[in-house]
Every structure is written in structure tokens, then in C-alpha cells.
């Protein structure tokens, strides 16, 4: 039996009581990071537990538990009944041993959280005694831990035991993205208040938690203070403004809001931001065309346009508009159903094109192609390709500037002519560290601090590929780079060349990492592209 539950669980072996609170907790590590303003300090962002390994993919704090649902496979369901015994001993008996096995097995084993919710209901069914012992075990797993799933279940648990002391404390720990998600819940459950409590947490996050935490805050009963707020910061998160959008339009009320006569200059940046993300192609969430006040919306923004309208950025958000609305134009469909019809979309685009050709941009543009902020100097070479602008020049003297950018490299391939070949090139040969590169195959990702160098040299590896023979000093380098993609993308420009166009070098090159290549499929690509095929 003991070699069976620890073939589900992991291989811990327990020889003598182990000692699972710390004062070194992830709760007091939050509490020592955060700034005058309640947010979280940068030095934060990496929890206590985190392993840092430069050959697997990090995701973002929070991602992972919105990606990865619920886990109903059988082998969760035993855990699930496990979990549920040692936790009916801790509640009913205060037993030591059932509160250690019980972290033991929510802290080995990292896709433990998928089964977090059918757990809790498991739970919830047994009506377990919340006092003595059961509340505080939740508590100390919660603050008392140094282990992210410990702490995971510890708020789950808490958010079931109706005792709202702990309300402080789950918004400390809800400041990181890590645990949004699960402080929103138990607040959700045990504050006095849980409106207010969830947006002062929701003003202090910023990536995947905000998203989440939005999300669930905009179907409560909200006062007009914070539907205000929706519009004017609650869709603003560091992962991408379109998640948010449509939730803060439909919930903030954004049509009311721009039906007044004068708005001030914040609600119609607000109100620019969010038709820009509504109206981005392929969004990850619901956008412009799903949204019931569309036409009504967008009128009053145009109209309000005609007086805000001041930077790059709402040229970008009205250009986008316009290209929405042509398209529109062709097929109304199932628009009508957000109040579309031929006269005010074709209003809506005459007016449109009076603002666009109201104001010198070309002005703004280049002075925003100077920014060194990137914000503006995106919004800046959005704009200027709208503008039918020529970039190269920009491109080319931001590369200059700092030839390890992996940005700019991009830009310069992107935008250079055929005349710039050998320009580009030679400018690589000069300035990429290829001796950094070039250390022997491994089957690496390459990620870590050195991860955008190597993926300068990807990009110029890509641009050779309609330049047969050039830059063979850049090939050569693909193919002995520690990075797999690296070898990958060479190996796909070799293909693109032909053999007519490789040198004696490259195929004793081609050859000499055959017998290394450490990745499968690389390995089989090679072996395709010296056999004369093409690859697929």
C-alpha cells in the first residue's frame, strides 16, 4: 500500500517529522517587498521557490494556472481522496502527522493545483470542524510556508473556514500574480465588503491576477466610483490591454460615459485605448465586433476625436477604426445587431478622414521615431508605415546605436531593400559576438541573460536566406551555436540556398554536425537536407 500511494504522490520518504513552517515564509517575503504606494517591488517578482532553469520556458507569474484547468484525470481523483483523509485527521484530531503528509504532498508535486477546486468541494461535503485545528493549519499553510502550492492551498482552504481575520492577509498575498486568482476567491467568500476589498487589490496588480481579478469584480454590484475606475485603469494590465477591453467597456459603461457633451482629456485616452484593443486583429478576448453599443460608441468617440485628438496614438486608434469600418462597410451582417447601418458607418469614416487629414502627422511621427521611449516610438512606426513613410533610415541608425537589440534587428531586415544587403551584413560580420555563439550543439533553448543575443544572430541567419552565399561566416556560426533554433533556422537557409550555393566549408560543416546534433529532429532535418530533399 505505502509503494503504491507513493507512486501516485512522488517518492518522499519520511524517516522522522519535518519541520514545515519557517519564519523565511513567502507571505513575510511578499510583506518586506512592498513599496509606499502598496505595490509590489520588482524584487518580488521571483518567489522564494522559484528554480530557475535557463532550458525550460518561465512562465509568467500566474499564467499557468489560467492556461491549465482542471484536472480530472483518475489519478487526481486518488489524490483527491488522499488529500481529503489527512486533512479530515488534522480537522478532527489536530494530527501532526496528517498536516506534514499533507503538505509533503501538495509541496511534490507541481500540477497538484489542477485539482484544487475538486478538492475543495470534496471538502465541503465532509463538513469538517473549522475549529480547533482546521483554521489554523490553513493559516500557517498560507503565511507560515515558503512553498508557492502550500501557500495555494492554504487560501483555498482559508476562503472555506469563515473567519475574516485573515482578509488582510489574503490581499497581501494577492499582491503577487501568483495568488491572485486564489485571495480573490476566499476574499469573494469571507470579506465584509468583498467589492471594495477586490478593488484595492485590483488597483495594486498588474499582470495575469489583474486580468483574472477584473474579470470576476466587473459581474459584482458596483457604485459608480469604481465603474469610472473600469474605464480609466481597469483594463490597463502588463500582458495585453485586449483581455480587458470589452469586459471594462460593457461593465464601466463606456457608451454612457462618452454620450456626454465634453469629456475630459483622461476619459478619452481611456476610451482610445480600449477601441484600439477592441479593434486589434485576433484578440484573445471579445472585441469591437461583439460588443451591443459599438456604433454608439464609436460615434461619440469620433465626435469627442475632433477636439482630443493630439498624438500618435489616436491616430493609430483611428486608422484602425477607419480600416474597420471600410471592411464593415462591404458586409454590415450581423453588425446590425450593434447598431450599424450603411449611413452611420459611411458618417462615420467621412468624419474620420477629416481629422486624419486635419493635422500635419507627419511632424508628430518623426518626432516620435527620436523617442527613446518605446512606447512612442512604436506608436510612432505604426504610424509612420500607415503614413506610407520611409523607416530605413530609422531603423538603421537605432541599430547603430546599439547593435545588440534584437528589436531593431528585426526592423533593420524588415526594412532594408536588396541595396542594403551588404550593409547589413558586414555590419553583423562587425559587431555580433560570434565567438560567443559558436561553442558546439546542444539541445538548448538558449533562454536565460544571453537569450536576445542569440536571437540577434536568428534573425540574421533568417535575412540571409535570399542571399545565397553571402554572410557564410553567419551560417557557419548557425550551425555550430549552442542553441537549437539557431542550427535550425541555418539549416532551413542552407535548404533555401541549394548545395549549388554551399562552399566546401559548409559541407564539411553540415557533415561534422550530423555526427553531433544532440536534438532528434534537427538530426533528421540535416540527414533530409544532405539527402537533396526539401525540408517541409
Known sequence: MKNWIQSIFGSHKQTQPIEWQTDNSIFNFLSNNIDSNGNLKDAAHDLPDEVINDEKVRFAPGLMDTMFGTDSSDDSKKRIIELVKHLKNVANKGDKISEQEFYLLITENEGVVGIIDEFLQAVLKESLPIEPSLFTFARDLAIKTNKRNAVKFGIAILG?????????????????????????????????????????????????????????????????????????????????????????????????????????????????????????????????????????????????????????????????????????????????????????????????????????????????????????????????????????????????????????????????????????????????????????????????????????????ITYLENYPQKGEKIILTGLRSSVTRNRNMAIKVLDKWKKINWSDEIKKEIRHLKDLEPNKDTKENIEILLSGQELT
Open 160 to 460: 472555506c473556514c469563515c473567519n475574516k481575520s485573515v482578509v488582510k492577509y489574503l490581499k497581501i498575498l494577492g499582491l503577487h500574480d501568483e495568488f491572485t486568482i486564489y485571495s480573490t476567491v476566499a476574499i469573494s467568500n469571507l470579506s465584509e465588503n468583498p467589492v471594495l476589498d477586490l478593488w484595492d487589490l485590483a488597483k495594486h496588480v498588474d499582470g495575469w491576477g489583474k486580468i483574472q481579478l477584473v474579470d470576476r469584480l466587473a459581474n459584482m454590484q458596483l457604485n459608480q466610483q469604481i465603474k469610472d475606475w473600469l474605464i480609466l485603469d481597469g483594463y490597463k494590465n502588463n500582458i495585453m490591454y485586449e483581455y480587458l477591453a470589452f469586459t471594462c467597456a460593457v461593465h464601466g459603461l463606456l457608451h454612457e460615459k462618452l454620450e456626454s457633451e465634453q469629456i475630459d482629456k483622461s476619459l478619452f485616452k481611456a476610451s482610445s485605448d480600449i477601441i484600439n484593443a477592441l479593434t486589434a486583429d485576433e484578440g484573445p478576448a471579445e472585441d469591437i465586433t461583439e460588443y451591443m453599443h459599438a456604433s454608439l460608441v464609436i460615434k461619440s468617440f469620433i465626435r469627442h476625436a475632433k477636439q482630443h485628438t493630439s498624438d500618435i496614438s489616436d491616430f493609430i486608434t483611428l486608422s484602425k477604426l477607419k480600416d474597420f469600418l471600410s471592411e464593415l462597410q462591404k458586409d454590415i451582417g450581423e453588425q446590425e445587431q450593434n447598431g450599424w447601418t450603411e449611413e452611420i458607418i459611411s458618417n462615420c469614416i467621412i468624419e474620420i478622414v477629416k481629422i486624419l487629414n486635419g493635422k500635419e502627422w507627419n511632424t508628430l511621427v518623426y518626432e516620435g521615431l527620436k523617442s527613446k521611449d518605446n512606447i512612442i516610438y512604436w506608436n510612432a512606426k505604426q504610424a509612420a508605415e500607415k503614413l506610407g513613410i520611409n523607416l530605413w533610415e530609422t531603423v538603421w541608425s537605432r541599430l547603430q546605436e546599439n547593435p545588440m537589440d534584437n528589436s531593431t534587428w528585426y526592423d533593420v531586415t524588415r526594412y532594408g531593400k536588396s541595396e542594403h544587403a551588404d550593409l547589413i551584413i558586414d555590419f553583423a560580420l562587425k559587431n555580433l559576438p560570434f565567438d560567443e555563439f559558436a561553442t558546439g550543439p546542444k539541445d538548448s533553448m538558449g533562454f536565460g541573460p544571453t537569450y536576445s543575443r542569440f536571437m540577434c544572430l536568428d534573425t540574421v
